[in-house]
């Protein structure tokens, strides 16, 4: 009895001690969730830091917790390019903020016409008399177009600055699923549509070859552009043409060779550039750090900055990311997720709808889903606008079809009409182990789709014979949409990728503007004045479980700096994350796909590494999971 007593003390004294360690968490988390959001009284006079610490997305993930405190690793750190935008144009007029910095030391890029965007905000700061200064410890290609609006630039004597424009080797299987006996049966409708080529050939093909040329040109004279334009002394042609020679001259230092091509202002270290802002906007009184200055960040200053809620609503809706079946997002369009959001925002009363496209498509399903709902908003006989950001492609411009008006940027990547399906089949693999299939079939579709025994040829014909169909629907949907005929829809169809400029001298696009542009039209159109409407983001407002596990996960921690070896080191993460999304749209299972696979692919949370988790929650998880 004694044992048992002592027994019955240890489960009890077990079961009041989980139960604290309970209560204490809860109350933890209370107390989280009532200090997740910055606080507007945080805003204090002096300078505006952004600290880009990852990446500029048009739409932030949904952070997934579990996979996250598995892993032990924290999701990349996303700002959304119109947050980006508010916050500057508010700081421009705001007499509280005298200086804007650009903290580029971990920023990882974002698409060519989300840098554009808030490169113009920059612009607009900088004209109301208000430095903008950056610093980095390594610029690449997207940092130096984002810094290059910057009326200084500091770079870290240690590090430098490296042009590579867009371009660079796509992975093939060809040959690496020739020798495994594995049979990728493709059906597709196009010219130009190589987003199946990988799983074909072991090398590009002359159309793909051609389209690529022309795509990557383009962008590389935009970026040029747009670079020379907000840094006329860029000696950019230098930089570019003779690197080697380039950086040899300055002895092989990286930061003098930055220096004398013109693409920075001045080497120091991040003491030596706090102690210029200190200069400019005052010290900070409340910091004993050395050469602290006066700051407030991004989150509180958006705070005290919302968007104004007055006049009629504009609604608009976000498709970014492919697009999926079923209900991912955000950050991933799910067809019935968007679908859903619209179909809610039909009792709103909307006076006009902008749908903003940044996407290269995806499950045609899904696409035509979204497509409906748009229509039903169309029926209501109000204006409906789509705004393209870096990319609106295959099923991203099915999605745009009903528009009355199409809206796109120079640099935007577009068209893609076309449409593929890949299935694998492994009948050699079978028949070189020995495995095979016989039966009885009582019609040639009996036990098909057979994987490992292969397909009949009526399978082959009849999913062809689907694909080709869902071709002409795309093509008689942008034709009615776009007043041409199908043929002419075929001819600049058949899976090209266009740039804006020339998607809109084919007539693909109507309007160079971005986001803000279309909501203006839009407005017009229903008869608006200016200061009777706002903008509607429908299902954009971030719960506070979100913004917790962003606290947790994304802000716990110091994000590392990156020289120009880390520069270098995230296109083979990139590389990786690339095979494993060409491995994985082989051989998941996926029905017919408006894809763009060949739209360079802009950084993306889940290709590049994010970092190692540390603190309390982490060594929890990581307990538990051992």
């Excluded at 299935?423 to 036990?447: C, H, K, M, Q, W």
């Excluded at 200016?530 to 917790?548: F, M």
């Amino acid at each position: 009895m004694k044992f048992a007593g002592r027994v019955w003390r240890l489960l009890v004294g077990l079961k009041d001690g989980l139960v604290l360690v309970f209560m204490l968490l809860f109350f933890t988390a209370l107390f989280a969730v009532l200090t997740a959001r910055p606080s507007p009284a945080e805003v204090r006079d002096g300078a505006l830091v952004l600290a880009l610490d990852g990446l500029i997305v048009e739409e932030r993930t949904e952070i997934d917790p579990f996979t996250a405190l598995l892993s032990q690793t924290a999701p990349v750190r996303e700002f959304e390019a119109r947050e980006l935008v508010r916050a500057l144009d508010a700081a421009a007029g705001d007499d509280r903020i005298q200086a804007v910095v650009l903290d580029l030391d971990s920023f990882i890029g974002g698409g060519q016409v989300h840098l554009q965007t808030v490169g113009e905000a920059l612009d607009r700061v900088r004209a109301a008399d208000k430095p903008v200064l950056a610093f980095a410890t390594a610029f690449a290609d997207d940092g130096i177009l984002l810094a290059s609006h910057a009326s200084e630039i500091w770079l870290d004597p240690l590090g430098g600055a490296i042009v590579t424009g867009p371009g660079g080797g796509q992975l093939y299987f060809g040959e690496l699923l020739e020798k495994l006996k594995v049979n990728a049966r493709v059906y597709r409708v196009g010219t130009y549509k190589s987003a199946v080529e990988p799983y074909l050939r072991d090398s590009m093909s002359e159309p793909a070859r051609e389209n690529y040329a022309a795509l990557y040109g383009a962008l590389w004279e935009e970026w040029q552009a747009q670079v020379k334009k907000a840094r006329p002394q860029a000696d950019i042609a230098r930089v570019t043409g003779d690197p080697v020679a380039w950086i040899e001259a300055s002895g092989g230092d990286l930061a003098e060779a930055a220096l004398s091509a013109g693409l920075v202002d001045k080497l120091g270290s991040r003491q030596e550039f706090e102690a210029r802002l200190v200069e400019l906007v005052g010290e900070d009184e409340w910091s004993s750090e050395l050469n602290a200055y006066s700051q407030t960040e991004l989150g509180p200053w958006l705070q005290a900055n919302e968007i104004s809620e007055t006049g009629s609503a504009i609604g608009v809706i976000t498709i970014a990311g492919q697009i999926v079946d079923g209900d991912a997002g955000p950050g991933t369009a799910g067809g019935k997720r968007i679908a859903d959001l619209l179909d809610e925002a039909l009792e709103d009363d909307l006076a006009a709808l902008v749908v903003r496209v940044d996407s290269p498509g995806g499950s045609v399903l899904a696409s035509e889903e979204i497509h409906r709902a748009i229509l039903r908003h169309k029926a209501r006989d109000i204006p409906i606008a789509v705004s393209m950001g870096n990319v609106a492609a295959s099923g991203g411009y099915w999605v745009a079809t009903p528009a009355d008006r199409i809206f796109a940027e120079p640099e935007t990547i577009t068209g893609s009409i076309g449409i593929f399906a890949v299935i694998p089949t492994f009948e050699g693999l079978a028949n070189e182990i020995g495995v095979s299939v016989d039966g009885v079939r009582t019609t040639p579709l009996s036990g098909q789709p057979d994987l490992v025994g292969g397909f009949t040829p009526e399978v082959d014909a009849i999913l062809q014979a689907s694909v080709t169909d869902g071709y002409a629907d795309f093509i008689g949907r942008v034709a009615a949409a776009r007043n041409l005929t199908t043929d002419q829809v075929d001819r600049i169809g058949q899976g090209r990728v266009w740039d804006g400029g020339t998607a809109r001298q084919i007539g693909l696009v109507d309007q160079y503007g971005g986001l803000d542009t279309a909501i203006s039209w839009a407005a017009a159109q229903a008869g608006l004045e200016d200061g009777d409407w706002h903008a509607a983001y429908l299902g954009s407002t971030p719960s506070t479980y979100d913004t917790l596990l962003r606290q947790w996960l994304v802000g716990d921690g110091e994000s590392s700096r990156a020289d120009v070896a880390t520069l270098f080191s995230r296109q083979q993460e990139a590389l990786g994350g690339q095979l494993v999304g060409d491995l994985e749209r082989l051989l998941t299972t996926r029905g017919a796909q408006a894809y763009c696979l060949e739209c360079p692919p802009a950084p993306q949370s889940d290709t590049v590494g994010g970092r190692k988790l540390s603190g309390w929650l982490a060594k929890l998880v990581a307990l538990f999971a051992s």
